[in-house]
């Protein structure tokens, strides 16, 4: 049995992670602050310690006697980067400084399995994008994930910390809270057209997206911490497919069975038009099965709204 350290547990991503470890019959334990993340998303059997990701002596106790470390804690706003930018910085980056530097005062070589993001590419020259395409991030959140990733080769390189990061697309899921300001645009259309409510779409609808159900990323995680590399590499984590913002809702009003009631907002400023990754290297490294399509992973998410409300 081995025993993982899940930071940002509590969390979306996080808590399907720990629900995976838990049935292979791990020992997993949780940091993770409650800032957006919960106590009740955690399944009985977890051990949680409430802390903050950018406090050493919190993560070097949390860190003790694990056999890899999941650090997906993070201010997964590009809002907040925006509104905060030294505290999501804090949060972001010193927070992943932090993982890697309980380790190396550890004189471990624990691996790291680390959550970036697609933000690190800015607003890519072309579509579908490719690990190799130039990072050019256009948020303060993009920049931290970053520098998580120019961080994570000082560790590997320096220290001999195995490290992966994955560039997460737009993940989507059960427990993805629709109510919190930093929500995805799916849980929002989700929640809203399922209760018969009007949705507003930011701009003509056009912009597309790279979708990909919890599940899978949860997979790409698992496959992740397997490899134990020595040249801290990076891999999308996406569908290759891209969805219109309008295709997408348009989909949900189909499933829920409902009529769809979109109104176009204003553009949101400074919003990517494109996104969409391509998956062909985390296929051929990770050994990703096929992704769950949109349909079906829509329809988890519609059911599970369903029950939640019950
Ligand atoms: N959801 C997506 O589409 C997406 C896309 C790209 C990258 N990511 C990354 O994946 C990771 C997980 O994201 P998520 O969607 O599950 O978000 P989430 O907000 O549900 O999870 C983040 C967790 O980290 C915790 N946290 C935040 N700051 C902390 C701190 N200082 N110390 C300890 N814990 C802290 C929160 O309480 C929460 O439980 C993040 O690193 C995020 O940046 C997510």
Redesign the pocket.
């Given at each position: 049995m081995s025993t993982w350290l899940v930071?940002?547990?509590?969390?979306?991503?996080?808590?399907h992670l720990v629900e995976a470890l838990l049935a292979r019959g791990d020992s997993v334990r949780v940091?993770?602050?409650?800032?957006?993340?919960?106590r009740h998303?955690l399944p009985p059997g977890v051990t949680l310690i409430v802390?903050?990701?950018?406090?050493p002596d919190a993560v070097g106790q949390a860190m003790q006697g694990v056999d890899g470390c999941f650090?997906?804690?993070?201010?997964?706003?590009v809002e907040k980067g925006i509104t905060d930018w030294l505290g999501t910085h804090?949060?972001?980056l010193t927070?992943t400084i932090t993982v890697f530097d309980a380790i190396r005062r550890q004189g471990g070589r624990i691996p790291v399995v680390?959550?970036?993001?697609?933000?690190v590419y800015g607003d890519a020259a072309s579509v579908p994008i490719g690990e190799t395409e130039p990072c050019r991030p256009l948020s303060g959140?993009g920049a931290d994930?970053y520098g998580c990733e120019l961080h994570a080769r000082v560790a590997s390189h320096v220290h001999g910390i195995p490290t992966v990061g994955l560039?997460?697309?737009?993940?989507?899921g059960p427990?993805?809270?629709p109510k919190?300001p930093?929500s995805?645009v799916i849980s929002i259309f989700c929640e809203r057209i399922a209760a018969g409510m009007a949705i507003t779409i930011n701009g003509d609808g056009g912009q597309t997206r790279d979708f990909?159900y919890v599940a899978d990323v949860v997979a790409a995680l698992l496959a992740a911490m397997a490899l134990r590399p020595a040249d801290s590499p990076v891999f999308n984590v996406c569908t290759g497919r891209p969805t219109s913002v309008a295709a997408l809702a348009a989909l949900v009003a189909d499933l829920a069975g409902r009529p769809l009631d979109a109104r176009n907002g204003p553009p949101r400023a400074g919003e990517i038009r494109h996104s969409h990754g391509l998956p062909d290297r985390a296929n051929a490294v990770l050994g990703l099965p096929d992704r769950v399509t949109l349909g079906d992973g829509l329809a988890r998410v519609l059911h599970w709204m369903t029950e939640a409300t019950r």
């Open positions: 930071t940002g547990g509590a969390g979306f991503i996080g808590s940091l993770d602050d409650l800032s957006t993340g919960h998303n802390g903050d990701v950018a406090d650090h997906l804690a993070a201010i997964a706003s804090r949060a972001n927070g680390y959550a970036s993001s697609a933000a959140y994930k560039r997460f697309f737009n993940v989507y427990r993805q809270d919190s930093y995805g990909v």
